[in-house]
């Protein structure tokens, strides 16, 4: 194989890959241009496995979207609508416990929740969800608010960023998901979200929950109008920050779906774009310790394949995903937990359940 990735002219990233050397953001561009998609797969799965080993991660976990309502309407978003518009809903804090209660019967163990930028719920309406679910289930573990969200909070609460992530700790929060991070870039905010949190300002936020001991993800959506250069900038942020707070558990390439979005001219991302995200981040982020392979976004059997391209971790159960199904994402919008263990068994990996910090809990 060595001969091989020598021929694909990849052997001095090999030997970087080898000793554990950091990836430049040239090497990057090498990877990002180069067509050998199983040498690029080879390279990633180096890391994956000096890592992860054979194991495969997934959780059981529920998805919930308190309210779409937005009003920075993001150019590729599907799910945020303006106040009054005919799709638009919130949920009570009451309707939020119902969804939690439904599956009462589930051994769900992360509540995932994330909504839009809502102009005027209250800060104390956050607080009473976080509450609300505890009080159904206490023990979930709750992965709730992006950093966009966070900032939008602390300005509603009319207070640092700090002081609102304690009191939503205070509440139930328990980390944050790793959404709206979108594309670092300047230019891209520019032409595609330019009402959302700056890039700095959503490390910014990542930083201090950090500082708090709150673990968070990060996500970078692909495959819209962003160059190699652009990603590889994105990357190249996050592993600095990584290097300086060590709070990211994992990072979630996630692929740009057109339908229903103002860039729908856009085609969905092909396989090998999706394969090269997920072998690409996990080369560069060599001081991250997981890759989702996210398969509400990539399809199942593509997300499968990913974990021999450099993923260790397919999410989970997921149930009722909304934001991609809105954007035309043909998935389910819930995977039992069996089928998720035989996609992963199936790919030569161990099945590990485990809880949001990736504790493990039960080996399948
Ligand atoms: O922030 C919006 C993206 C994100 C589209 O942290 C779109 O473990 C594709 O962040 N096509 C929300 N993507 C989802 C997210 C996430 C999902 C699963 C796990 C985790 C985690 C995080 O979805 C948004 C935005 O970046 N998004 N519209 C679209 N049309």
């Given amino acids: 194989?060595?001969?091989?990735?020598?021929?694909?002219?990849?052997?001095?990233?090999?030997?970087?890959?080898?000793?554990?050397?950091?990836?430049?953001?040239?090497?990057?561009?090498?990877?990002?241009?180069?067509?050998?998609i199983l040498a690029l797969g080879y390279l990633a799965n180096i890391v994956r496995e000096r890592l992860n080993g054979n194991k495969a991660f997934f959780i059981y976990n529920q998805h919930i979207n308190y309210s779409n309502i937005c009003t920075n309407l993001c150019k590729f978003c599907a799910f945020g609508k303006e106040k009054g518009h005919a799709?638009?809903?919130?949920?009570?804090?009451a309707e939020?416990?119902?969804?939690?209660?439904?599956?009462?019967?589930?051994?769900?163990?992360?509540?995932?929740?994330?909504?839009?930028i809502h102009p005027d719920l209250p800060f104390s309406y956050y607080l009473d969800l976080l509450r609300g679910i505890k009080a159904v289930r206490p023990e979930v573990h709750i992965q709730a608010f992006t950093c966009v969200e966070i900032h939008h909070l602390a300005q509603l609460a009319g207070k640092s960023v700090d002081r609102t992530l304690r009191d939503l700790v205070d509440a139930g929060l328990g980390s944050l998901p790793g959404g709206g991070a979108e594309v670092f870039s300047p230019r891209i905010r520019q032409a595609t979200c330019e009402k959302k949190l700056s890039g700095e300002g959503w490390l910014e936020v990542a930083k201090i929950a950090h500082r708090l001991g709150l673990r968070t993800n990060a996500t970078m959506l692909y495959g819209h109008i962003e160059t190699a250069d652009e990603r590889l900038e994105h990357l190249d942020a996050l592993r600095r920050t990584q290097d300086e707070t060590g709070?990211?558990?994992?990072?979630?390439?996630?692929?740009?779906?057109?339908?229903?979005t103002e860039m729908a001219e856009h085609g969905n991302t092909t396989g090998i774009n999706?394969?090269?995200?997920?072998a690409v981040s996990r080369l560069m982020l060599d001081n991250f310790p997981h890759i989702k392979a996210y398969w509400v976004m990539l399809g199942p059997k593509l997300a499968q394949v990913a974990l021999a391209f450099g993923a260790?971790?397919?999410?989970?159960?997921?149930?009722?995903?909304?934001?991609t199904h809105m954007a035309g994402a043909e998935t389910a919008q819930a995977l039992g937990h069996t089928t998720l263990i035989r996609l992963i068994r199936e790919a030569g990996r161990q099945p590990v359940e485990r809880d949001t910090l990736y504790t493990e809990l039960i080996p399948h």
């Fill in 1 to 36: 194989m060595d001969t091989y990735i020598e021929q694909a002219g990849l052997g001095s990233i090999l030997t970087k890959v080898r000793a554990g050397e950091r990836l430049s953001v040239e090497d990057g561009r090498r990877l990002y241009s180069h067509p050998d």
């Fill in 87 to 93: 799709l638009a809903y919130e949920m009570t804090v």
């Fill in 96 to 116: 939020v416990q119902e969804k939690v209660r439904q599956r009462l019967d589930e051994p769900i163990r992360e509540i995932h929740m994330v909504g839009g």
């Fill in 247 to 260: 709070g990211f558990l994992a990072f979630i390439p996630l692929a740009f779906h057109p339908k229903n």
């Fill in 274 to 278: 999706d394969l090269k995200n997920i």
């Fill in 312 to 323: 260790d971790d397919m999410d989970g159960t997921v149930k009722e995903e909304v934001i």
